[in-house]
């Protein structure tokens, strides 16, 4: 695939998503697609640097919604399978702007964010693909 038609991939993956989410049907539905723009992240380098900057401008101090929001919790899911430092960074930025530092942004995306590059990760718990099958 050549790299635009990755990028629109992505961007009609991200919008996916964000549908799933905005129905309120949860990370359930929403899963392979969430789990297909990781890997079309991981096979398709290139992308990186244009997804990074989205998400470090969704992830500004005092950033209202804007057009090309990517859900948040895609971005948790990214952090923790692609661990893209310029995402921990991000997010660290906002805490110490908006809360003057990450122990005080208690349920913040930025906190969500940073907790999402641990092994363990609270997250994992919603996702099929890291349960152990009974």
């Keep these: 695939m050549s790299l635009p038609d990755s990028e629109q991939f992505l961007v009609t993956l991200i919008e996916s998503v964000r549908r799933f989410?905005?129905?309120?049907?949860?990370?359930?539905?929403?899963?392979?697609?969430?789990?297909?723009?990781?890997?079309?992240?991981?096979?398709?380098?290139?992308?990186?640097?244009?997804?990074?900057?989205?998400?470090?401008?969704?992830?500004?101090?005092?950033?209202?919604?804007?057009?090309?929001?990517?859900?948040?919790?895609?971005?948790?899911?990214?952090?923790?399978?692609?661990?893209?430092?310029?995402?921990?960074?991000?997010?660290?930025h906002r805490a110490n702007v908006m809360f003057g530092g990450l122990h005080l942004a208690l349920g913040d995306d930025s906190e969500r964010v940073v907790e999402a590059f641990s092994d363990d990760w609270d997250g994992r718990m919603f996702y099929r693909r890291y349960c152990p099958q009974a």
Excluded: Y
């Design 21 to 92: 989410l905005d129905g309120n049907f949860g990370i359930g539905p929403s899963e392979n697609t969430m789990f297909a723009a990781v890997d079309l992240l991981r096979s398709e380098p290139a992308l990186r640097k244009m997804l990074s900057q989205r998400i470090v401008k969704c992830l500004k101090p005092f950033c209202e919604g804007t057009a090309d929001v990517i859900p948040l919790e895609l971005i948790e899911l990214i952090a923790h399978e692609l661990r893209w430092e310029e995402i921990r960074e991000a997010a660290v």
